[in-house]
């Protein structure tokens, strides 16, 4: 097996934080205090060549951009999943490791990206990316850089603000902040589209903040959405 990127995994301790941004879009309100317990989360993305293995190994067809140039780098984060493939390639995982892989909830993800710094707007801080000299795409422009390029944050985590949407567990609820749980909230119980987080290379401005929200029906695929896994601690 290779799987070394995935099987990096870094141990996010528990703790309360504050979710959510008083400043940003009004999916992020009302700020609230949330505990999450201590869980394990891949240092990077899932890359090309973790998916490219799972591919042979499994047989399933490749993702929509699959074949394209510029998106094939073995260092890259695999794009083109739709969050039906992304938790399939989850399933697999676990058989092959014996571990139970899924996709981070919402409060996971954003618990982990701010570091371990309570209200951080980035994972860095609060200085803006075009201020710390961050790469956001790959030298051509149109593509996602390879992972790892920028330093990690607090927990040691890359590319939780740039790169690509990364899919999470939950149904997306633009209102679910003002019913959500105090402990480990896990999203809607059901809906049309699951949560995404984190930055994209397609966009103006590819980095996004800790707070910031997205979200796609699960059976979509773009250029801009991959995803990273998550494990109880054992």
Known sequence: MKLIET?????????????GC???????????????DEFALGRYPVTNREYAEFLEQTRKAAPRFWM????????????????????AFCDWL??????????????EWERAACGGTDGALYPWGDTPPWEMG?????????????????????FGLHDMSEGVHEWC????????????????????????????RGGSWRHRIQFSRCAARSSLPPVYQYTDYG???AARIE
């Open 7 to 19: 099987r990096d995994l870094v141990e996010i301790p528990g703790g309360w934080f504050l979710m």
């Open 22 to 36: 008083e400043t940003g879009q009004e999916n992020e309100r009302p700020v609230h205090r949330v505990w999450v």
């Open 68 to 87: 394209q140039p510029m998106f094939a780098d073995a260092a890259q984060p695999v794009v083109g999943v739709s969050w039906v493939e992304a938790t």
């Open 94 to 107: 676990s058989e092959q490791l014996g571990r139970v892989y899924r996709l981070p909830t919402e409060a």
């Open 134 to 154: 961050f790469i956001g795409r790959g030298e051509a422009k149109d593509r996602p850089a390879r992972v790892g390029v920028n330093p990690p944050n607090g």
């Open 169 to 196: 567990s939950d149904y997306y609820d633009p209102r679910y902040y003002a019913h959500s749980p105090e402990r480990n909230p896990q999203g809607a119980a059901s809906g049309e589209r699951r949560s995404s």
């Open 227 to 229: 995803f990273r896994v």
